[in-house]
C-alpha cells in the first residue's frame, strides 16, 4: 500500500461530516491491507492520528521548512513506517541535524498532498473526525465482524491498531484472544460531564458516590507478585519514573492488581501542587531522586479491574468499591461520599474545590467499568471559568475547516499597557455557522489580505494577524504555568462559547483577571 492512498483516504474522511460515509472509506482502505498485520497496524494508527512509535522529536519547528514536492507518489506506508523509526532513534551529538535532514529527505519524495497529511499527523493536527468509536466500526465493517465484539477487544486488548491486526488477519475467534490480562494497560474508562451535583444525581438515578477529582496525573497500576507496572492513560510505560506508586502497591495485601489512580504532587498542607509540577515527574530526562526529593508524589485509588485472580470489569461500582476498600488503607484513597442528599453533595464539592482539587466525579453505584469508553455511569463535577477575550490572530483550517478560518489567537487586555496580552490558542467549541461567520468577519479584521487558504506553513496555512477588535467569551478548565506565552500563562482547555459583539474590547477581561485565577489554582 502506498502513502497517498492512505492520504487520499484521510483527506476524504476529513471532507465530509457523515459518519457512515467515513466509516466506509477507512473500511475500503483497511480491507487493502489484506493479512499484513504490521500494515493494517500502521493504518489504524495513521488515521487515528497517531504514531506506532508515539514520539519520534519531530514537531512543528522542525516543519516549517521543507523541501518542495516531489511530482509523483512512490513511498509506501511501510517505507515511511521504517523512516518515522528512523529519525525517532537518532540521538547523540548531531542528532538534530541529522534528524532535519532525514525529515527532508522523507518530505522531498512525498508529493504534496503526502506532505499535507505527514505535516498534520507529525504536527499532531491530524482532525479528521476519524475517533476511537468511527475507527473501532470501520475495523468491524472490513473485517466483517460484529462491532461490539471489537469494542471488547480494544477495551481489553488496550490498544485499536493490535485488535485491528488481529481482526483483519483472524476475524472474531483472534478478536476473543483478548481478555483482560495483569501487565497489559488497558484504556481507561472516561466520564461525561454534569453542570452540578444535582444533574448528577439525577442522571444517577437519585444516588451517587462522589469522589474527589484531584488535579493529577491519572496511572495504572499493574501487580503480579512483587513486579508492578505503572501506566499513564495513554499507556505509556512510566514505572522507573514513579517509585512512590511502585512501593505503595507491594505495601498492599495482594498478590495480584489492576487498580486506576492519581498520581499527584502535594504540598506540606495537603493541598496540590500545580498540574505542572506532578507533571514534570513524567519527563525522559527528570532527575527521579532529585524531584522524589523535592517534589514526592502520592498515590490515591479509587478503582479496581482486577484482584487476585478475579476479574472486576463487570461487577458494580458498589462492589468494585468494597473490594477497594478491604485492601487499599485511607491514606491511599480518594475522598468519597455516598449520598442521594443534593446539599450534602454539594457541601462534598464545596469542601474539595476549597481543599485546592478540580472538583467531584459522581458515579452510578451500579455501573460496570467501561474500559476505554466516556461511560454514562460517571459524570465530571467542576467548575467552569469564562472570560471575554479578545481575538488577535486567526488560522486557517484543515480537513472539513478547510477554506475557514479556524484557529483562534487569544489575549487579555493589559491595561498597563492598553494593548494585549496572549494566553493561547483553540479551535475548540466552534458550530458551522459560526465558522462561516467568523471567517468573514476576520477577513475584514486583518492586518493585510490573506493570500492562500492552505498549503502555507505548518499548519496547512499560516497565522493571519487581526485587528483587536472582536470580543469572545472563552470556558476554560483553568490557568497554567506557560513559558510559551509573554505572561508566563496559559489557558487550560479553551473552548468559544460565543462572540460578544455587544462588548468592545475595552470592556475585555484583563490579564489580571486571569492572574488570579492562575493564583486560585484554578
Known amino acids: 500500500m502506498q502513502l497517498i492512498d492512505v492520504a487520499t483516504a484521510s483527506a476524504d474522511v476529513g471532507a465530509t461530516s457523515a459518519r457512515l460515509a467515513k466509516i466506509a472509506r477507512i473500511a475500503d482502505l483497511l480491507r487493502r491491507a489484506g493479512d499484513n498485520p504490521t500494515l493494517a497496524a500502521v493504518v489504524v494508527s495513521w488515521l487515528s492520528g497517531e504514531l506506532p512509535q508515539r514520539q519520534i522529536g519531530v514537531g512543528w519547528a522542525a516543519l516549517r521548512s521543507l523541501p518542495g514536492p516531489a511530482a509523483e507518489p512512490s513511498l509506501t506506508v511501510l517505507?515511511?513506517?521504517?523512516?518515522?523509526?528512523?529519525?525517532?532513534?537518532?540521538?547523540?551529538?548531531?542528532?538534530?541535524?541529522r534528524r532535519a535532514e532525514l525529515v527532508a529527505a522523507l518530505f522531498a519524495a512525498a508529493t504534496e498532498s503526502e506532505q499535507t497529511f505527514l505535516r498534520r499527523l507529525l504536527g499532531g493536527e491530524l482532525r479528521q473526525g476519524a475517533l476511537v468509536g468511527v475507527m473501532a466500526d470501520a475495523v468491524a465493517k472490513a473485517a466483517g465482524v460484529p462491532a461490539t465484539v471489537v469494542r471488547r477487544a480494544a477495551m481489553l486488548g488496550g490498544a485499536l491498531p493490535a485488535v485491528a491486526a488481529a481482526a483483519l488477519t483472524g476475524g472474531q475467534a483472534a478478536l476473543e484472544?483478548?481478555?483482560?490480562?495483569?501487565?497489559?494497560?488497558?484504556?481507561?474508562?472516561?466520564?461525561?460531564?454534569?453542570?452540578?451535583?444535582?444533574?448528577?444525581?439525577?442522571?444517577?438515578?437519585?444516588?451517587?458516590?462522589?469522589?474527589?477529582?484531584?488535579?493529577?496525573?491519572?496511572?495504572?497500576?499493574?501487580?503480579?507478585?512483587?513486579?508492578?507496572?505503572?501506566?499513564?492513560?495513554?499507556?505509556?510505560?512510566?514505572?522507573?519514573r514513579l517509585p512512590e506508586v511502585v512501593e505503595a502497591t507491594l505495601a498492599l495485601p495482594v498478590t495480584e492488581l489492576i487498580a486506576d489512580a492519581e498520581a499527584i504532587a502535594l504540598r506540606p498542607d495537603g493541598?496540590?501542587?500545580?498540574?505542572?509540577?506532578?507533571?514534570?515527574?513524567?519527563?525522559?530526562?527528570?532527575?527521579?531522586?532529585?524531584?522524589?526529593?523535592?517534589?514526592?508524589?502520592?498515590?490515591?485509588?479509587?478503582?479496581?479491574?482486577?484482584?487476585?485472580?478475579?476479574?472486576?470489569?463487570?461487577?458494580?461500582?458498589?462492589?468494585?468499591?468494597?473490594?477497594?476498600?478491604?485492601?487499599?488503607?485511607?491514606?491511599?484513597?480518594?475522598?468519597?461520599?455516598?449520598?442521594?442528599?443534593?446539599?450534602?453533595?454539594?457541601?462534598?464539592?464545596?469542601?474539595?474545590?476549597?481543599?485546592?482539587?478540580?472538583?467531584?466525579?459522581?458515579?452510578?453505584?451500579?455501573?460496570?467499568?467501561?474500559?476505554?469508553?466516556?461511560?454514562?455511569?460517571?459524570?465530571?463535577?467542576?467548575?467552569?471559568?469564562t472570560l471575554d477575550l479578545v481575538v488577535l490572530?486567526?488560522?486557517?483550517?484543515?480537513?472539513?475547516?478547510?477554506?475557514?478560518?479556524?484557529?483562534?489567537?487569544?489575549?487579555?487586555?493589559?491595561?498597563?499597557?492598553?494593548?494585549?496580552?496572549?494566553?493561547?490558542?483553540?479551535?475548540?467549541?466552534?458550530?458551522?455557522?459560526?465558522l462561516e461567520w467568523q471567517t468573514a468577519r476576520f477577513m475584514e479584521l486583518a492586518d493585510e489580505p490573506p493570500a492562500a487558504t492552505?498549503?502555507?506553513?505548518?499548519?496547512?496555512?499560516?497565522?493571519?494577524?487581526?485587528?483587536?477588535?472582536?470580543?469572545?467569551?472563552?470556558?476554560?478548565?483553568?490557568?497554567?504555568?506557560?513559558?510559551?506565552?509573554?505572561?508566563?500563562?496559559?489557558?487550560?482547555?479553551?473552548?468559544?462559547?460565543?462572540?460578544?459583539?455587544?462588548?468592545?474590547?475595552?470592556?475585555?477581561?484583563?490579564?489580571?483577571?486571569v492572574r488570579a485565577i492562575y493564583e486560585r489554582g484554578g
Open 79 to 97: 517505507e515511511v513506517d521504517a523512516r518515522f523509526s528512523e529519525i525517532g532513534a537518532v540521538a547523540g551529538k548531531g542528532s538534530q541535524a
Open 454 to 513: 492552505s498549503g502555507s506553513g505548518p499548519t496547512d496555512g499560516y497565522a493571519i494577524k487581526v485587528r483587536p477588535e472582536q470580543v469572545v467569551e472563552i470556558a476554560i478548565d483553568g490557568v497554567q504555568t506557560s513559558s510559551r506565552y509573554p505572561g508566563g500563562m496559559a489557558l487550560r482547555f479553551a473552548r468559544v462559547v460565543r462572540y460578544r459583539d455587544d462588548k468592545s474590547p475595552a470592556e475585555a477581561d484583563t490579564i489580571d483577571t
Open 393 to 434: 490572530g486567526v488560522e486557517w483550517g484543515s480537513g472539513r475547516r478547510t477554506g475557514k478560518l479556524s484557529n483562534i489567537h487569544l489575549g487579555a487586555r493589559d491595561p498597563q499597557t492598553g494593548g494585549f496580552v496572549m494566553l493561547g490558542k483553540t479551535f475548540k467549541g466552534m458550530t458551522d455557522a459560526m
Open 271 to 385: 493541598r496540590p501542587h500545580r498540574f505542572q509540577v506532578t507533571g514534570s515527574r513524567f519527563g525522559r530526562s527528570v532527575d527521579i531522586p532529585a524531584a522524589r526529593a523535592s517534589h514526592p508524589l502520592s498515590v490515591f485509588v479509587f478503582d479496581l479491574l482486577h484482584l487476585d485472580g478475579t476479574d472486576l470489569l463487570d461487577q458494580p461500582t458498589a462492589e468494585r468499591l468494597a473490594a477497594l476498600d478491604a485492601i487499599v488503607p485511607k491514606v491511599h484513597r480518594v475522598d468519597r461520599l455516598i449520598t442521594d442528599d443534593a446539599e450534602a453533595a454539594q457541601r462534598f464539592l464545596d469542601a474539595t474545590l476549597d481543599a485546592g482539587h478540580e472538583g467531584v466525579m459522581a458515579k452510578s453505584l451500579s455501573a460496570t467499568y467501561e474500559a476505554g469508553r466516556r461511560g454514562a455511569g460517571w459524570l465530571k463535577v467542576k467548575p467552569v471559568h
Open 177 to 240: 484472544e483478548f481478555t483482560l490480562t495483569v501487565g497489559r494497560p488497558v484504556g481507561p474508562m472516561l466520564a461525561q460531564t454534569a453542570t452540578g451535583v444535582a444533574e448528577a444525581l439525577e442522571r444517577l438515578s437519585g444516588t451517587a458516590a462522589f469522589e474527589a477529582k484531584l488535579d493529577g496525573a491519572r496511572v495504572q497500576i499493574h501487580r503480579a507478585g512483587d513486579t508492578v507496572s505503572v501506566y499513564t492513560r495513554s499507556l505509556d510505560d512510566v514505572t522507573g
